[in-house]
């Protein structure tokens, strides 16, 4: 009995160690290269001076298509009053963090209960390049 006992706790600690340095780099992955795709976005809304809805849906597009969120869980917020040259154009995108750990594997996180996610947001700020 001893035996098994320690057989299925020491299996726990085992797919922790294995599987958490992949996740950790997957998720740390992942927030960087959404934070490379909102700068794209980002720059053609300084030369546009504002987001629109074009440039919201295009970066959903990025997320779905490398990342493989749900449209529904990405939200965004940001600067759609014409801002001229120099003035600040400010974006915020939260969407679920990506998976960390093993044990979030059995967590069934869902966008229609926001309490049952972490929410990972950026928040980045570029100047206008926009002349009226």
């Not at 809304?45 to 295009?58: M, P, R, T, V, W």
């Not at 120099?86 to 869902?110: H, K, L």
Request: with cysteine.
């Amino acid at each position: 009995m001893a035996h098994i006992l320690g057989t299925v706790l020491t299996l726990g600690l085992l797919l922790f160690s294995v599987f958490q340095p992949i996740l950790y780099h997957n998720a740390a992955t992942t927030q960087e290269s959404i934070k490379i795709s909102l700068y794209e976005v980002q720059k053609e809304a300084a030369i546009n001076g504002q987001f629109s809805e074009e440039l919201y849906g295009k970066f959903k597009d990025i997320l779905v298509e490398n990342h493989g969120y749900n449209p529904a869980c990405i939200q965004i917020e940001g600067t759609d009053q014409p801002v001229s040259r120099g003035g600040d154009i400010t974006v915020s995108v939260t969407i679920p963090r990506p998976m960390m750990n093993i044990w979030e594997a059995f967590d069934f996180a869902s966008c229609d209960r926001p309490e049952s996610y972490v929410p990972y947001t950026v928040t980045q700020v570029i100047k206008s390049e926009y002349i009226p």
